[in-house]
């Protein structure tokens, strides 16, 4: 099952990173799909950082970066994917 959690607002592509304003909650650990035109990629998330601080979780209201393993655009949407 998958829950919307936010969108992309931005994508770093030199390092990788995308910029991401939540409307939900986001753990390192949790399974993320992001989605869009031309973007459609399921990955763990390793890692959080809210204003280049490591956080283990962020929630609604929170702009947060995170490493990602494809290229995302901006208004892709995140997905949380859990089991339920």
Known sequence: ??????????YFAKI???AIELSGELRVGDT???KG???DWTQD??????EHDQVEQAGPGDEVGIKVEGH???HDIVYKVTDD
């Open 1 to 10: 099952m998958e829950k919307q959690i936010g969108r992309i607002t931005h």
């Open 32 to 34: 993320i799909h992001i």
């Open 37 to 39: 035109h031309t973007s």
């Open 45 to 50: 998330v390793a890692s959080i950082q809210i």
């Open 16 to 18: 990788n990173v995308a």
């Open 72 to 74: 995302a655009r901006e």
